[in-house]
């Protein structure tokens, strides 16, 4: 039964009920039927009433637990879509961290040793042949040149895979800038560093370290066996 036909079937049975007491105030000597008739109305009407309420306090309660899923439902989607925003950036970052990385076959630095230069001295042939004195032959000097500033000079961070222009200039500007200090960072120290300079946490970082340490040590055959088995600077 819908809450109209149960608000006309109370008001309804309530003025016949008044209408009942009326004629039960009036008469001198109601029977006890008129009395149990005008009861059993008024009753009946309250009644009604009362079912009406109810059904309305049910419908807005169950209006109001509508409104609560809805909520929740908004919530959901909100989060799903600050999640799709956060891997979108990531995946973002990493393209142009990639973009940034050197091609891993590229040759790198190498000391170059000293080479001997032979001179052979050609005889005039139009001359008669003399007896010449052996000459003795320079001893080749082995010169170390040392450059007292090169400690100071900064590193190619790129050499590192995973570190493209824009992370080199974020750690450059934190005083990283040589293969020692970033060998000798954690990969928490590594993400803080980039975070407190206005950069992204990169999943290569946790290599970095790794990476660096064998640059520092210039062992460049064995930093490129571990680039070749990394995946944009990822294990």
Known sequence: MTTELKS???VGLLVIGLLQGMNVIVDEEPTMAAIVR?????GAAALFYLWMMRDQRSSKEAAEESMDEVEKQLDAVK?????VQASAADKVEEILEDVGIKAKDEEKPVAEEPTAT??????????PKKAKPAA????A????????????????????EGIGPSYRDILVKAGVDTFAKIAAMSEDDIVKTVRDNGGRKSRSMGTWAEQAKLAAAGDWDKLQKLQDSLSGGRK
């Open 8 to 10: 006309v079937f109370a």
């Open 38 to 42: 005008t009861v059993l109305l008024l």
């Open 79 to 83: 989060e799903v879509i600050q999640d």
């Open 118 to 127: 032979v001179v052979e001295e050609k005889e005039d042939k139009t001359k």
């Open 136 to 139: 003795s032959a320079p001893k």
């Open 141 to 160: 000097t082995a010169v170390s040149v040392v450059d007292e500033d090169a400690t100071s000079e900064p590193d190619d961070l790129t050499q590192i």
